[in-house]
């Protein structure tokens, strides 16, 4: 800057030095002073012109012309503060949504693990296509660790609901068994007491949550002996306030929320005489400096064949499996990044559509000035200094709605993670970060170069002469300009009509996960979960007992119309005694479902053929469903037929339809209903209770009534079965809800796009108008004319958007459920839909042309 003043100050006393040096030489030859001063000055020329052409040559000119144009823009957008206004709003709707989009992107995708060298940490598993799940087995695990050499550390977890009793109070929470090697991979140093060692193996540890909510933050807590499920235990340390253990999706186990505790996971003899076939635990690893995923997936693929071939009844289980190495990050994010990438792409049409509106704007703008533009030509302004000059305008615009669209994003991502944090893995640690900064800072800078070239259409090409001689009478842009103002409204409804498909597509799926007998009514079920801990119901007749008494207490809750009870009694390939019906391992998987007798009655199951089971059956009955019987049997009749369960015979005595209690959107499972007597002793019981009215208002009292039952067995996962299936598709809803919001604010801007051409045309063709009703013109005609030309923008637009939308549709083919991607009713119902309200935006203008009054118009300049 010190330069610069230098600079300017040398360059004014040079002007000033040799005007006064030719002036004197000019009175020296008798020429009067005044007169010699004018002289010297018309000899020199323009000053200013002088001055400009010399600060060109300097190296920091551009940036007196970047701030020159800066200053007319700002001055040129306040001078019309209404236009302003909606172009920073508009744009601010289109850079927030895609700023709030990528910082979801960025936290699940882009954004390291927060471990040390997140890199390098890995998710081990044997791949059953059979089933389509990950599964490691204790003896494989141990087996692994103990023989590779790719791996700095090698950990092993399981998840699970466990009571903590702390003198007179109990309470459930979500706790993580793992091997001591998790502490190195995650790089984690405790922030009180210390980490568990292998050597501790009734250690406890608490995370930070935990430590603040249940102990109060109260230090003591450290060397105290607590009762985890009836075994006694010691808390040995807190984990730091900012550590996160993130479970893959669907590899939280028997885990209900986020993880409390850490207890060792320790390998016993007995896990590993169970067999390799045994699942029990999820395995992550951290590789060497050096070693490549696919080294490390190689020599663990050469221990897999090692222990195939010394144990040949597995030889078929592991040639099922495939051994995989994957990132840890990529398997937290799983079927998550296509939709997420989806959506990108999705909310990037919304940008696009808002550029096309704004270039609009500003054509029509620029149109306008048609003469001040001429002017600026005429006394030597060059196009490239009027391109210029319109992009710096558009930046400005676009710097000015970046600005205002990172507080839409910071809205945005605050109602998403309230809406539902656990729809996207790590949905909560999203924040306007410097990526999220510079990802707005780029689109925002394309933005306004992209909408701020559309001006340049506005600049004169032919005479000067004619412009300046109309005096602004004439201020319409040429045929081709025209041509392309509509041309780019089609592109918009094009683009909302991709948006719009995809969301009914959706909407299409939501309807049929959610389709249900009418006997079916979640809205009205509460349930709530039970673990029987503790060394009093290992056996089953405790667990029976307990079951009797709790639905007899339950029951008698005022508002509770009917209880039961149903757990998870495992799965299996089905045995059907008489002849064999499969090949051998081809015979399809079967859930089997622990129910008491008044399960039907709660959950409104169809009956269709059979009869029901009862409490006092004579003998092993079972229920199958609709799935089951279509796999099994095909057309044979199932009644009377014979399985074996638990080393029983049980026989079909009724055929029930299918129902999804779980997921919505998970395909019907073969499942047999076992009377509770008959299931194994498993010690996680689901309560579920019919109301007459809102679950919510009756939830509190059965809870105490099933505390009181045992107030060593407290419930948890306390919600209502409408809320629980509601959030097993949390992360489709997502979805559907950001594509949704997407497509409404594409349909809007693109109606709003096509409302200004047609109304543009109509204030450019007022002479025309007026001229047409002075001949005889009806208003009707009128109203036709403007009609016909705004629905061919609108024809052709559909009819592009539909081409598009039938091979991007495919993309989401993942995201959809019993819908195809080319679904020809949603199609026709968009595509008519968009029609329509496109008549509606192109009536407005026609009805203000037919209201044009002709002696007016004629007189229109």
Not at 369 to 384: L, S
Not at 428 to 435: G, L, M, Q, T, V
Not at 796 to 813: C, D, F, K, Y
Request: charged content about 20%.
């Amino acid at each position: 800057m010190r330069l610069r003043r230098r600079l300017e100050r040398d360059l004014d006393r040079d002007i000033r030095e040799h005007i006064e040096m030719e002036t004197r030489d000019l009175i020296e030859r008798g020429i009067a002073p005044d007169a010699a001063r004018l002289a010297a000055l018309r000899r020199f020329g323009s000053v200013l012109r002088a001055t400009e052409e010399t600060r060109a040559v300097w190296r920091w000119g551009w940036v007196d012309r970047l701030a020159q144009d800066v200053r007319y823009a700002v001055r040129g957008l306040s001078r019309n503060p209404v236009f302003s206004a909606v172009a920073i709003l508009t744009l601010a709707l289109g850079i927030g949504m895609n700023t709030a989009v990528f910082s979801v992107v960025s936290a699940a995708l882009i954004r390291p693990l927060p471990y040390p060298d997140a890199d390098r940490i890995v998710w081990l598993a044997n791949y059953i296509q059979r089933f389509h799940m990950d599964a490691s087995s204790a003896p494989d695990f141990t087996d692994w660790r103990a023989e590779s050499q790719s791996f700095e550390a090698m950990a092993g977890y399981g998840t699970v609901d466990r009571t903590i009793q702390d003198g007179d109070f109990s309470a459930k929470h979500s706790f993580v068994y793992i091997t001591p090697e998790f502490w190195r991979i995650a790089g984690v140093q405790p922030a009180i007491g210390r980490l568990y060692s292998e050597s501790d193996q009734d250690g406890v540890v608490l995370t930070w949550r935990l430590f603040e909510q249940r102990f109060s933050s109260n230090v003591g807590v450290l060397g105290r002996v607590v009762t985890v499920d009836g075994k006694p235990q010691t808390i040995i340390g807190v984990l730091p306030k900012g550590f996160r253990f993130l479970p893959p999706p669907g590899m939280a186990g028997g885990m209900s929320g986020e993880a409390e505790a850490f207890t060792p996971n320790v390998i016993t003899p007995q896990m590993r005489a169970r067999g390799r076939s045994f699942l029990v635990m999820f395995v992550v690893g951290k590789l060497k400096a050096g070693v490549s995923r696919q080294q490390a997936q190689a020599e663990l693929r050469t221990i897999q064949d090692r222990i195939a071939a010394a144990n040949p009844a597995l030889r078929n289980f592991y040639a099922g499996a495939e051994m995989r190495v994957v990132p840890l990050q990529e398997r937290l994010v799983g079927e998550s990044r296509r939709a997420l990438l989806i959506l990108l792409g999705a909310v990037a049409f919304v940008l696009l559509i808002v550029c096309v509106n704004l270039g609009n704007l500003l054509l029509a703008r620029a149109t306008a000035r048609q003469r001040e533009t001429a002017v600026r030509v005429a006394i030597g302004a060059g196009r490239n200094r009027l391109v210029g000059q319109f992009i710096v305008e558009g930046l400005t615009l676009a710097c000015a709605g970046g600005i205002a669209g990172l507080g839409v994003a910071r809205i945005a991502n605050t109602l998403l993670v309230r809406l539902n944090p656990t729809a996207v893995p790590r949905l909560d640690e999203i924040a306007i970060d410097w990526r999220v900064l510079a990802f707005a800072l780029g689109i925002s800078l394309m933005a306004g170069v992209a909408f701020g070239l559309a001006p340049i259409l506005s600049v004169p090409m032919g005479s000067l002469y004619s412009v300046l001689k109309e005096g602004g009478r004439i201020s319409s842009v040429s045929t081709a300009g025209l041509l392309i103002r509509r041309l780019l409204v089609a592109a918009e409804l094009a683009m909302a009509l991709v948006l719009l498909t995809g969301a009914g597509l959706m909407a299409k799926s939501f309807v049929r996960m959610y389709a249900h007998p009418s006997s079916f009514q979640p809205e009205k079920i509460g349930m709530m979960r039970v673990y029987l801990s503790g060394p009093a119901y290992r056996e089953r007749p405790a667990a029976l007992s307990y079951e009797k008494r709790l639905l007899a207490s339950t029951s008698l809750v005022p508002g509770v119309e009917t209880v039961a009870v149903t757990e998870g009694a495992g799965s299996g390939a089905v045995e059907v005694e008489g002849p064999p019906r499969f090949q051998p391992g081809q015979a399809p998987q079967v859930t089997f479902r622990g129910a008491s007798a008044s399960y039907p009655a709660v959950v409104g199951i169809p009956l269709l053929k059979g009869r029901w089971t009862r409490d006092d059956e004579a003998g092993f009955n079972v229920v199958v469903n609709e799935t089951f019987v279509k796999r099994v049997f095909g057309k044979d009749n199932p009644l009377g037929q014979k399985l074996r369960i638990q080393d029983a015979s049980a026989m079909i005595v009724g055929v029930v339809g299918d129902l999804k209690l779980t997921r919505l959107d998970a395909e019907p499972e073969p499942e047999v209903l076992v009377p509770y007597a008959y299931t194994p002793v498993f010690r996680v019981m689901d309560i579920l209770i019919k109301t007459s009215g809102s679950p919510a208002s009756v939830l509190p009292a059965v809870r105490r009534a099933v505390q009181n039952v045992d107030v060593g067995q407290p419930p948890f996962g306390i919600t209502t079965l409408d809320s629980a299936l509601s959030k097993s598709i949390a992360a489709r809803r997502f979805n559907f809800l950001l594509l949704g919001t997407f497509a409404a604010s594409a349909v809007l801007l693109a109606l709003i796009g096509i409302y200004g051409v047609m109304s543009y045309m109509v204030t450019q063709r007022t002479r025309e108008i007026g001229v047409r009703m002075a001949l005889g013109a009806q208003r009707g005609e009128i109203v036709r004319l403007v009609v016909r030309q705004g629905m061919l923008v609108a024809v052709v637009g559909i009819v592009a958007g539909t081409v598009a939308a039938l091979g991007l549709t495919r993309l989401m083919s993942s995201l959809l459920f019993h819908v195809k991607p080319d679904d020809p009713v949603t199609f026709a119902v968009v595509a008519v839909g968009l029609a329509v309200t496109a008549l509606m935006a192109s009536w407005v203008p026609a009805f203000r042309a037919a209201r044009v009054d002709p002696l007016s118009a004629l007189r229109h300049e």
